[in-house]
Protein backbone atom coordinates (compact mmCIF):
# COMPACT_ATOMS: atom_id res chain seq x y z
CA UNK A 1 0.00 0.00 0.00
CA UNK A 2 2.98 2.60 0.63
CA UNK A 3 4.50 1.33 -2.38
CA UNK A 4 1.26 2.48 -4.61
CA UNK A 5 0.69 5.64 -2.55
CA UNK A 6 4.64 6.45 -3.28
CA UNK A 7 4.07 5.75 -6.83
CA UNK A 8 0.82 7.50 -7.42
CA UNK A 9 2.54 10.93 -5.54
CA UNK A 10 4.90 10.72 -8.18
CA UNK A 11 2.37 11.36 -10.95
CA UNK A 12 2.14 15.33 -11.30
CA UNK A 13 -1.76 16.23 -10.37
CA UNK A 14 -3.53 19.07 -12.89
CA UNK A 15 -2.66 21.88 -10.10
CA UNK A 16 1.31 20.84 -10.77
CA UNK A 17 0.79 20.72 -14.44
CA UNK A 18 -0.84 23.69 -14.89
CA UNK A 19 2.21 25.20 -12.58
CA UNK A 20 4.58 24.26 -15.08
CA UNK A 21 2.35 24.07 -18.63
CA UNK A 22 1.43 27.43 -18.90
CA UNK A 23 4.57 29.50 -17.90
CA UNK A 24 6.83 27.64 -20.02
CA UNK A 25 4.14 27.51 -23.06
CA UNK A 26 4.42 31.59 -22.52
CA UNK A 27 7.85 31.10 -22.80
CA UNK A 28 7.80 28.33 -25.74
CA UNK A 29 5.49 30.86 -27.90
CA UNK A 30 7.36 34.16 -26.89
CA UNK A 31 10.39 32.47 -28.02
CA UNK A 32 8.57 31.31 -31.18
CA UNK A 33 7.28 34.76 -31.95
CA UNK A 34 10.78 36.18 -31.85
CA UNK A 35 13.29 33.44 -33.59
CA UNK A 36 10.50 31.66 -36.17
CA UNK A 37 11.72 28.09 -35.96
CA UNK A 38 9.85 26.85 -33.03
CA UNK A 39 6.56 25.41 -34.04
CA UNK A 40 4.10 27.51 -32.00
CA UNK A 41 0.96 26.44 -33.59
CA UNK A 42 2.24 22.79 -32.46
CA UNK A 43 2.32 23.96 -28.83
CA UNK A 44 -0.64 25.57 -28.84
CA UNK A 45 -2.36 22.50 -30.03
CA UNK A 46 -0.40 20.06 -27.77
CA UNK A 47 -1.50 22.20 -24.90
CA UNK A 48 -5.06 22.27 -25.73
CA UNK A 49 -5.56 19.08 -26.34
CA UNK A 50 -3.72 18.15 -22.70
CA UNK A 51 -5.95 21.05 -21.24
CA UNK A 52 -9.64 19.42 -22.91
CA UNK A 53 -8.77 16.13 -20.92
CA UNK A 54 -8.31 18.14 -17.98
CA UNK A 55 -11.25 18.65 -15.00
CA UNK A 56 -10.21 22.58 -14.58
CA UNK A 57 -13.23 25.13 -15.88
CA UNK A 58 -11.04 27.14 -17.41
CA UNK A 59 -8.34 24.75 -18.72
CA UNK A 60 -8.45 25.92 -22.45
CA UNK A 61 -9.19 30.09 -21.62
CA UNK A 62 -6.40 29.66 -19.88
CA UNK A 63 -4.23 28.30 -22.82
CA UNK A 64 -5.47 30.68 -25.30
CA UNK A 65 -5.58 33.75 -23.27
CA UNK A 66 -1.50 32.43 -22.40
CA UNK A 67 -0.86 31.63 -25.92
CA UNK A 68 -2.59 34.82 -27.66
CA UNK A 69 -0.85 37.23 -25.20
CA UNK A 70 2.93 35.70 -25.61
CA UNK A 71 2.34 35.44 -29.64
CA UNK A 72 1.51 38.91 -29.00
CA UNK A 73 4.16 40.12 -26.68
CA UNK A 74 6.89 38.24 -29.12
CA UNK A 75 5.92 40.03 -32.14
CA UNK A 76 5.70 43.25 -30.69
CA UNK A 77 8.91 43.21 -29.41
CA UNK A 78 10.71 41.59 -32.92
CA UNK A 79 9.04 44.47 -34.61
CA UNK A 80 9.98 46.81 -32.31
CA UNK A 81 13.87 45.34 -33.11
CA UNK A 82 12.72 45.59 -36.64
CA UNK A 83 11.95 49.34 -36.68
CA UNK A 84 15.41 49.81 -34.65
CA UNK A 85 17.44 47.74 -37.07
CA UNK A 86 15.88 49.71 -40.13
CA UNK A 87 16.67 53.16 -38.05
CA UNK A 88 20.59 51.96 -37.29
CA UNK A 89 23.06 52.33 -39.97
CA UNK A 90 24.42 48.75 -39.85
CA UNK A 91 21.16 47.43 -39.62
CA UNK A 92 20.49 44.77 -37.28
CA UNK A 93 20.87 41.34 -36.53
CA UNK A 94 17.37 41.16 -36.27
CA UNK A 95 16.39 42.91 -38.90
CA UNK A 96 18.48 39.98 -41.18
CA UNK A 97 17.22 37.34 -39.77
CA UNK A 98 13.81 38.33 -40.69
CA UNK A 99 15.09 38.99 -44.56
CA UNK A 100 16.29 35.65 -44.48
CA UNK A 101 13.02 33.77 -43.55
CA UNK A 102 11.16 36.44 -46.07
CA UNK A 103 11.48 34.73 -49.97
CA UNK A 104 11.35 37.73 -52.46
CA UNK A 105 8.15 36.51 -54.08
CA UNK A 106 6.34 36.58 -51.12
CA UNK A 107 7.91 39.50 -49.79
CA UNK A 108 6.41 41.49 -53.06
CA UNK A 109 2.76 39.55 -52.62
CA UNK A 110 2.93 41.15 -48.92
CA UNK A 111 3.53 44.29 -49.92
CA UNK A 112 0.88 44.29 -52.46
CA UNK A 113 -1.79 43.07 -50.01
CA UNK A 114 -0.22 45.27 -47.17
CA UNK A 115 -0.64 48.52 -50.18
CA UNK A 116 -4.27 47.07 -51.02
CA UNK A 117 -5.94 45.77 -47.13
CA UNK A 118 -3.75 47.58 -44.92
CA UNK A 119 -2.97 46.14 -41.74
CA UNK A 120 -6.07 44.10 -41.43
CA UNK A 121 -3.69 41.36 -43.86
CA UNK A 122 -1.73 40.75 -40.69
CA UNK A 123 -4.52 38.55 -39.29
CA UNK A 124 -4.91 36.25 -42.64
CA UNK A 125 -0.45 36.15 -42.24
CA UNK A 126 -0.86 35.20 -38.76
CA UNK A 127 -2.92 32.14 -39.89
CA UNK A 128 -1.21 31.34 -43.41
CA UNK A 129 2.30 29.42 -42.61
CA UNK A 130 5.42 31.10 -43.01
CA UNK A 131 2.77 33.91 -44.09
CA UNK A 132 3.64 36.39 -40.54
CA UNK A 133 7.17 37.02 -41.45
CA UNK A 134 6.50 38.10 -44.65
CA UNK A 135 4.10 40.72 -43.81
CA UNK A 136 5.95 42.08 -41.15
CA UNK A 137 8.88 42.97 -43.21
CA UNK A 138 6.60 44.73 -45.69
CA UNK A 139 5.56 46.42 -42.48
CA UNK A 140 8.25 47.37 -41.54
CA UNK A 141 9.52 48.56 -44.89
CA UNK A 142 6.75 50.62 -45.37
CA UNK A 143 7.51 52.23 -42.15
CA UNK A 144 4.16 51.36 -40.39
CA UNK A 145 3.96 52.57 -36.61
CA UNK A 146 4.60 50.59 -33.88
CA UNK A 147 0.88 51.52 -32.25
CA UNK A 148 -0.71 51.02 -35.33
CA UNK A 149 1.12 47.68 -36.26
CA UNK A 150 -0.06 46.41 -32.89
CA UNK A 151 -3.60 47.09 -33.49
CA UNK A 152 -3.69 45.22 -36.29
CA UNK A 153 -1.59 42.35 -34.75
CA UNK A 154 -3.61 42.09 -31.88
CA UNK A 155 -6.73 40.10 -33.61
CA UNK A 156 -4.06 38.20 -35.62
CA UNK A 157 -2.55 37.25 -32.66
CA UNK A 158 -6.38 35.89 -30.82
CA UNK A 159 -7.01 34.09 -34.16
CA UNK A 160 -3.93 32.55 -34.67
CA UNK A 161 -4.71 31.01 -31.08
CA UNK A 162 -8.22 29.95 -31.37
CA UNK A 163 -7.33 28.33 -34.65
CA UNK A 164 -4.26 26.20 -32.91
CA UNK A 165 -6.79 25.72 -29.98
CA UNK A 166 -9.80 24.16 -32.19
CA UNK A 167 -7.04 21.86 -34.02
CA UNK A 168 -6.03 20.51 -30.38
CA UNK A 169 -9.89 20.47 -29.08
CA UNK A 170 -10.21 18.00 -32.54
CA UNK A 171 -6.90 15.66 -31.73
CA UNK A 172 -8.61 15.88 -27.82
CA UNK A 173 -12.05 14.79 -28.63
CA UNK A 174 -10.87 12.16 -31.15
CA UNK A 175 -8.86 10.31 -28.88
CA UNK A 176 -9.11 8.94 -25.18
CA UNK A 177 -6.07 9.06 -24.13
CA UNK A 178 -4.49 12.68 -24.23
CA UNK A 179 -0.89 11.60 -25.81
CA UNK A 180 -3.00 10.07 -28.74
CA UNK A 181 -4.63 13.61 -29.35
CA UNK A 182 -0.59 15.65 -29.07
CA UNK A 183 0.37 13.40 -31.85
CA UNK A 184 -2.42 14.01 -33.95
CA UNK A 185 -3.03 17.80 -33.22
CA UNK A 186 1.72 17.72 -33.69
CA UNK A 187 1.19 15.66 -37.06
CA UNK A 188 -1.25 17.79 -38.49
CA UNK A 189 -0.03 21.54 -37.80
CA UNK A 190 3.71 20.17 -38.81
CA UNK A 191 1.52 18.91 -42.39
CA UNK A 192 -0.44 22.90 -42.70
CA UNK A 193 3.12 24.29 -41.84
CA UNK A 194 4.59 22.26 -44.55
CA UNK A 195 1.72 22.63 -47.47
CA UNK A 196 2.74 26.01 -48.32
CA UNK A 197 6.68 24.98 -49.10
CA UNK A 198 5.91 21.86 -50.56
CA UNK A 199 2.65 23.86 -52.96
CA UNK A 200 5.76 26.25 -54.30
CA UNK A 201 7.99 23.06 -55.11
CA UNK A 202 5.45 21.74 -56.93
CA UNK A 203 4.83 24.70 -59.01
CA UNK A 204 8.56 25.17 -59.41
CA UNK A 205 9.20 21.46 -61.05
CA UNK A 206 6.17 21.98 -63.07
CA UNK A 207 7.14 25.17 -64.87
CA UNK A 208 10.33 23.68 -65.60
Known amino acids: MMLLAAAGSTVPTESTQQAIGYPTLFVLVLLGALVPVVPTGALVSSAAVVA ?27 YWLGRRGMRSRNGSRWLEAIRRRAPE ?22 LVPAGRIPVMLACLLAELPLRRFARGDLPACLAWAV ?3 LIGILGGSLFAKPWQGVVAAVALTLLISAAPSVWRRMRRAASQ
Open 105 to 126: DRLAQAQEKLDDHGVTVLVLSR
Open 52 to 78: FHQTAPFALLLVFVTASCAAFLGDIAL
Open 163 to 165: TYQ
